[in-house]
């Protein structure tokens, strides 16, 4: 019986020291698991191929630089030829007289006079215009006079200018029509009423009225889409008389 105890002991103890085991061994295998997991994500990040930079972005296209010279000429000036005559920019002083005005060679129903630049321009336009279209045009109006301007204005400010504020008088003016539309900047010329710019010019549409302000001015105009002389200079409308 002692014996068979002294068995029972004995077997217990070692159960209990395997058992032991078991936990101490079941601890330091844990442990090593634990630590070496960031070793093994290093090994990872080791072998893991780099992700690429993206492409660096296209550089924006260069701004567009203005270098059209709004300053060549004055516009206050009566003799300069972008004087901008409006209801709110009348001509100083209003009887103000061209000294170079001259005799038009064109075809006219009124003979006209212009100021020399502006009449060398209209008449290279009038041959070109019956060079290339078969065109024979004729002046019906040109300069007009503060007192010539006095009996025809007729009190309809939506039609007709006031002494003193009509580009007529600046001599720089010649009305024609349709061809002058779509060739006219080539000679230094502007359609000067827009049929859409009445809130602009102050005036109903004219496609008959043309100004010059020399071949700089026109094509910049028309290469700018830009139509009256207002919005090019950024002078406020002029509807009205101020």
Same mark, same amino acid.
């Given at each position: 019986?002692?014996?068979?105890?002294?068995?029972?002991?004995?077997?217990?103890?070692?159960?209990?020291?395997? &058992?032991?085991? !078991?936990?101490?061994?079941? #601890?330091?295998?844990? %442990? $090593? =698991?634990? @630590?070496?997991?960031?070793? /093994?994500?290093?090994?990872?990040?080791?072998?893991?191929?780099?992700?690429?930079?993206?492409?660096?972005?296209?550089?924006?296209?260069?701004?567009?630089?203005?270098?059209?010279?709004?300053?060549?000429?004055?516009?206050?000036?009566?003799?300069?030829?972008?004087?901008?005559?409006?209801?709110?920019?009348?001509?100083?002083?209003?009887?103000?007289?061209?000294?170079?005005?001259?005799?038009?060679?064109?075809?006219?129903?009124?003979?006209?006079?212009?100021?020399?630049?502006?009449?060398? &321009?209209?008449? !290279?336009?009038?041959?070109? #215009?019956?060079?290339? %279209? $078969? =065109?024979? @045009?004729?002046?019906?109006? /040109?300069?007009?006079?503060?007192?010539?301007?006095?009996?025809?204005?007729?009190?309809?400010?939506?039609?007709?200018?006031?002494?003193?504020?009509?580009?007529?008088?600046?001599?720089?003016?010649?009305?024609?029509?349709?061809?002058?539309?779509?060739?006219?900047?080539?000679?230094?010329?502007?359609?000067?009423?827009?049929?859409?710019?009445?809130?602009?010019?102050?005036?109903?549409?004219?496609?008959?009225?043309?100004?010059?302000?020399?071949?700089?001015?026109?094509?910049?105009?028309?290469?700018?889409?830009?139509?009256?002389?207002?919005?090019?200079?950024?002078?406020?409308?002029?509807?009205?008389?101020?």
């Amino acid at each position: 019986m002692k014996q068979n105890r002294r068995l029972v002991v004995a077997i217990s103890l070692s159960l209990v020291l395997i &058992a032991g085991s !078991a936990v101490v061994v079941g #601890a330091v295998t844990g %442990a $090593g =698991l634990i @630590l070496g997991a960031p070793g /093994a994500d290093a090994t990872s990040d080791a072998t893991e191929t780099p992700t690429p930079r993206p492409a660096p972005a296209a550089p924006p296209p260069p701004a567009s630089v203005d270098t059209f010279n709004r300053a060549a000429h004055s516009l206050d000036d009566p003799a300069s030829i972008w004087v901008v005559v409006n209801k709110l920019r009348p001509l100083n002083p209003q009887d103000h007289e061209p000294p170079d005005l001259v005799e038009v060679p064109v075809e006219f129903t009124n003979e006209p006079l212009l100021r020399q630049e502006a009449s060398a &321009a209209v008449a !290279a336009m009038f041959q070109a #215009a019956l060079d290339e %279209a $078969g =065109l024979e @045009l004729a002046s019906n109006s /040109a300069y007009r006079s503060y007192s010539a301007q006095e009996n025809v204005y007729d009190g309809d400010d939506a039609t007709t200018a006031r002494p003193g504020f009509s580009e007529h008088q600046t001599g720089l003016a010649m009305p024609e029509g349709v061809w002058l539309r779509d060739n006219a900047w080539r000679f230094g010329y502007i359609l000067r009423y827009p049929a859409d710019k009445t809130p602009i010019t102050g005036y109903s549409f004219e496609p008959w009225h043309f100004r010059y302000v020399g071949t700089d001015l026109a094509t910049e105009m028309r290469e700018t889409g830009v139509t009256t002389l207002e919005e090019f200079f950024l002078l406020p409308p002029a509807p009205e008389y101020g």
